[in-house]
C-alpha cells in the first residue's frame, strides 16, 4: 500500500549531539513536509519541499536542516543548535495541482527526547 | 491570538451521543482540513472543505465562509472515534501547500 514511513517511532539524543530522521513516500507526491507537535500547540511547520533539489523554511526552521535528493525522501536532521529538540515529529505529502488544493498525507511520527 | 481556535479543548461522551466540535478562523482561507490524530500520533485526514458540507459514514463537516467557521459532527459516536480531532486552514496567500493548525481537541467517548 502506498504511504509515508516515518523512522524511527522512538529516538533518543544526548545533548550536543546531532539526530537524523526519516521520512519516506512511495505516494509519488512532489510535495513533502515536516511538522512539530508540543503538547497544547498546534503543529508547526519547520520546512517543506515543493521539488527535488527545492526547499523552504517554514515557521521554526532554527535548529533543524533538511535536503530533498529524492522525491521519495525527505530527511530532517535536529541539529545541536535545536535548544529545545524535545517534540513530536510528524512528516506529510501532497500533490501540487497548480490552482487546486490538496490533502496532506501523514506518516505516523517520530517522538524525540534528550536524555 | 490564534490564527484557528477550536473548541471544546476536551469532550467526553457516552456512546451513541451526538458530537460537534468547532473551528473558527480570523483570516481568509482557500480550504479547511479536519484530520484525526489517534493516542500512537498518527494523523489521518477526514476532510477538505472549500464550502457547504461533505459527509463520510458518520462524519459530517461543514463550512460558513462569510462567518470563517466550520464544524465536525459524529453522529452515533462509539468508543473508537476517541481521538484528537485538528482542524487547519490554508491560507490565501503565500504557499499553495502551507497549513495553519488548531491546537485540536480531544475527544473520549466511554461505553
Known amino acids: 500500500d502506498g504511504g509515508i514511513t516515518q523512522s524511527p517511532k522512538y529516538l533518543f539524543r544526548k545533548e550536543g549531539q546531532n539526530v537524523t530522521l526519516s521520512c519516506e513516500q512511495n505516494l509519488n507526491h512532489d510535495a513533502m513536509y515536516w511538522y512539530r507537535q508540543d503538547p497544547g500547540q498546534g503543529l508547526r511547520l519547520i520546512y517543506y519541499?515543493?521539488?527535488?533539489?527545492?526547499?523552504q523554511k517554514g515557521d521554526i526552521a532554527e535548529g533543524y536542516s533538511v535536503s530533498r535528493e529524492k522525491k521519495e525522501s525527505f530527511p530532517l536532521t535536529v541539529t545541536s543548535a535545536q535548544k529545545n529538540p524535545t517534540a513530536f515529529y510528524l512528516c506529510?505529502?501532497?500533490?501540487?495541482?497548480?490552482?487546486?488544493?490538496?490533502?496532506?498525507?501523514f506518516g505516523d511520527g517520530t517522538r524525540l527526547s534528550i536524555l | 491570538k490564534n490564527e484557528v481556535e477550536q473548541s471544546p479543548q476536551n469532550l467526553t461522551a457516552q456512546e451513541g451521543e451526538f458530537i460537534t466540535i468547532n473551528c473558527s478562523y480570523s483570516v481568509g482561507i482557500s480550504a479547511l482540513h479536519w484530520l484525526q490524530q489517534h493516542p500512537g500520533g498518527g494523523i489521518v485526514s477526514l476532510f477538505m472543505l472549500s464550502s457547504g458540507k461533505k459527509k463520510h459514514g458518520r462524519l459530517i463537516a461543514t463550512i460558513n465562509i462569510q462567518e470563517k467557521h466550520s464544524s465536525l459532527h459524529i453522529t452515533a459516536s462509539h468508543p473508537r472515534d476517541s481521538a484528537v480531532y485538528i482542524c487547519?486552514?490554508?491560507?490565501?496567500?503565500?504557499?499553495?501547500?502551507?497549513?495553519?493548525f488548531g491546537t485540536g481537541t480531544r475527544l473520549q467517548v466511554t461505553l
Open positions: 519541499s515543493q521539488i527535488v533539489n527545492d526547499f
Open positions: 506529510a505529502s501532497s500533490t501540487i495541482l497548480r490552482g487546486s488544493n490538496q490533502p496532506q498525507h
Open positions: 487547519a486552514v490554508r491560507l490565501n496567500t503565500g504557499t499553495a501547500s502551507k497549513l495553519t
